[in-house]
């Protein structure tokens, strides 16, 4: 029996250890990017992470020994399920490196694994850049 989702849900869960995160606006900024791509009927689930299980995902997983910002899984394509983990130790070091704060950090993190969601991917150069001009766009969206 398949899952009845009925609107777009996002829900945050927190294992990082670290407080005092956008939970609000990563929501907001997920069901932008998938309204403005006409999804309305998708589960995502963010669950914010350290660099010690983002690592173990991403090598379970992806094969990758070393650990990342965030990895996005399909769970399910009917209805459209998702889970996204964030680890916060890197978007603190990203935001530092960066300049940025730590929110406008998970929230581009948050807009690009949505992106991911509807379909981009950032494997090229190209597609590396087109993916940073839509997370730059839902930012701004956010931000006004």
């Not at 398949?2 to 829900?11: F, T």
């Not at 956008?22 to 929501?27: F, N, Q, R, S």
């Amino acid at each position: 029996m398949k899952n009845n989702v009925i609107g777009n849900k996002v829900y945050i869960f927190n294992e990082s250890g670290k407080f005092r995160l956008p939970h609000k606006k990563v929501k907001n900024i997920i069901n932008l990017v998938l309204k403005d791509n006409k999804i309305d009927n998708a589960s995502v689930n963010v669950i914010y992470c350290n660099d010690l299980q983002i690592h173990k995902i991403n090598k379970d997983f992806l094969n990758h020994d070393y650990p990342t910002d965030i990895i996005t899984f399909p769970i399910d394509d009917d209805p459209l399920i998702y889970e996204m983990y964030i680890s916060i130790d890197t978007a603190i070091n990203n935001a530092e490196y960066y300049n940025v704060s730590l929110s406008d950090e998970i929230l581009r993190l948050a807009a690009h694994g949505s992106l991911h969601i509807i379909g981009y991917n950032d494997i090229s150069d190209a597609e590396r850049a087109i993916m940073q001009s839509k997370e730059d766009y839902y930012l701004h969206q956010i931000m006004v």
